[in-house]
């Protein structure tokens, strides 16, 4: 069966995409073997230009890339913009700019090896084939900045994009095509996570990076175990957005607004658990409730419109339960609350939600809608707690004019990123390293960090010896053991007096040797 593309704004059908037939994973994962020897053979040089040619193709291309991503996920074309294309530009520059830098061999140095005539350095080199798994949400920029990564760092690329927005997933495969890149570098194989999915981690990946649920992140870890398969695991958040009494309060509900309702709240990192001193609430809450009243709904295709429709109706029942939930535990809605029924897509109004607490499922699990519950604190360290008091550490927002202050609850916060008076905008600086802690994830995508991680740091250590036999070789004997003890102290004895015992206990059972 086909997989159809459906605009979720419209509810008519995009196109018509063929699945890959389970049974050619394997094949296409080890023709990718074979493409990555000569692609991992290439100089880091040659292997930017063919990137290059890709980035040209994109930047010819932009309009139809940003229609196609808005009509196959919903989202509004300025946020196809700054949160998908945006981000893959800035990937293509960080490789240009920064891979040279992280891939070149490192130096390892130790006081001893000097002595002993030991030269050591560390090689990145490409894992091989790297498998990408990929979430609806961010169709584009999720999986092309892995990619783009995976490339760089010699790997070839197996990408599975979601069905719900697998249109956007033939259009990676497009500009990898029209861009030039050499065949069965970067593959794509299209199906569902129970069918093609499932098959991926028995494949053989040197590396997988999943994006996703927390559910399926679990799975696909007890999977990776069986072949002992690396896997980075970027999952789901709830991220706190915490509002203190010195914050300016304007520009932080402006904040919040976006954070929450950005991709209709469709976002990993999206602020969903907002606390507010109680001494500001009042003012933050009515400018929050102001501003989310003035966003225009629609099909995202309209340039004008502010917030686009949800990727299907499964979203809209967690998005309902979640409001039912936090309603009949006393929260009170100040704006929203229903589903647009006038509309044919998957609509659903941002909703403001007062009074929330901890009991409720708005505040302890992942909602993934346009919802912005509200809750208050009194001081500094219940903030903290609050903020803590999740299975979830992706990112976290304060605001607060006074930056001393930030930066020491920056360090008490559990999560992969804290940013201190604005929100979420690190995903697009490839520089800042993405990932979470807790159930969040495991490992980083982005960054040196992401770059690392898609590589074997081989170390290598060679040694030039004047010496026939290094003294920790065999035969053992006591004096031997005598003259390492002594070593150690002469080594890491620290003070003068127990370096020198040391330095006495050597000489003397050389002597007895
Ligand atoms: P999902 O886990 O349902 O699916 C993600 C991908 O995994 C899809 O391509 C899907 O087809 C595939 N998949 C599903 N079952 C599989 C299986 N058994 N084997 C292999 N692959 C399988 O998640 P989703 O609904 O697409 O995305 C939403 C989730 O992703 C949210 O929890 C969100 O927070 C998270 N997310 C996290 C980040 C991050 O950077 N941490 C970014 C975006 C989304």
Request: net charge negative; proline share 4%.
């Amino acid at each position: 069966m086909t997989i159809k593309s459906i605009n979720p704004a419209t509810l008519e059908v995009n196109a018509e995409i063929e699945p890959s037939p389970v049974d050619s994973v394997k094949n296409i994962v080890d023709s990718a073997r074979d493409a990555q020897i000569l692609w991992g053979g290439l100089s880091l040089n040659k292997r930017l230009q063919h990137l290059n040619k890709v980035k040209d193709c994109l930047i010819s291309n932009i309009d139809e890339v940003a229609k196609v991503i808005t009509l196959d996920n919903g989202k509004p074309l300025v946020e196809a913009i700054n949160s998908e294309i945006y981000p893959v530009l800035d990937m293509f520059r960080f490789c240009a700019n920064d891979a040279a830098e992280a891939l070149r061999s490192e130096r390892v140095n130790n006081p001893i090896f000097r002595i002993a005539r030991v030269r050591s350095y560390n090689l990145f080199e490409p894992r091989g084939v790297a498998g990408i798994i990929s979430p609806w949400n961010f169709p584009f920029s999720i999986p092309v900045t892995q990619i783009l990564m995976a490339l760089v760092g010699g790997n070839a690329v197996v990408f599975k994009p979601s069905v719900l927005t697998a249109l956007v997933g033939e259009q990676i495969r497009k500009l990898f095509e029209e861009g030039g890149m050499p065949e069965g570098v970067v593959n794509v194989v299209q199906g569902s996570g129970s069918e093609i999915g499932d098959v991926m981690m028995d494949a053989g990946f040197d590396h997988v990076i999943f994006t996703g649920s927390i559910a399926v992140g679990k799975h696909l870890m007890k999977k990776a175990a069986d072949t002992l398969t690396p896997i980075t695991l970027e999952l789901g958040g709830k991220d706190p957005f915490i509002v203190f009494s010195d914050a300016d309060v304007e520009r932080a509900s402006s904040a919040a607004v976006w954070g929450a309702f950005i991709n209709a709240g469709q976002v990993c990192a999206s602020v969903e658990r907002v606390y507010v001193d109680r001494r500001v609430v009042e003012d933050f809450t009515s400018a929050v409730v102001e501003k989310t009243k003035k966003l225009r709904l629609g099909d995202g295709i309209d340039p004008d419109t502010d917030m686009g429709p949800l990727i299907s109706e499964e979203r809209i029942g967690v998005v309902e339960a979640h409001i039912n939930d936090a309603v009949s535990k006393g929260a009170r809605i100040l704006t929203g609350g229903k589903r647009i029924t006038d509309l044919p897509g998957f609509f659903f109004e941002p909703t403001v939600i007062a009074d929330a607490n901890h009991t409720m499922d708005c505040m302890m699990e992942e909602t993934f809608g346009p919802t912005l519950p509200i809750m208050v604190f009194d001081d500094i360290d219940e903030a903290v707690e609050l903020a803590n008091d999740t299975r979830y550490g992706l990112n976290a927002s304060i605001w607060t004019a006074n930056i001393k202050k930030a930066e020491g609850i920056s360090r008490r916060l559990r999560a992969g990123t804290v940013i201190v008076n604005n929100c979420l905008f690190t995903y697009g600086f490839s520089q800042c390293p993405w990932g979470g802690v807790k159930e969040s994830g495991i490992g980083r995508t982005h960054s040196v960090h992401g770059l690392h991680e898609l590589t074997n740091i081989k170390n290598v250590t060679i040694n030039t010896p004047l010496i026939r036999e290094d003294l920790w070789w065999y035969p053992y004997t006591e004096n031997k053991y005598k003259a390492l003890k002594g070593a150690l102290k002469a080594m890491f004895g620290g003070r003068m007096i127990r370096s020198a015992e040391g330095i006495v206990e050597i000489i003397k059972s050389f002597r007895l040797y």
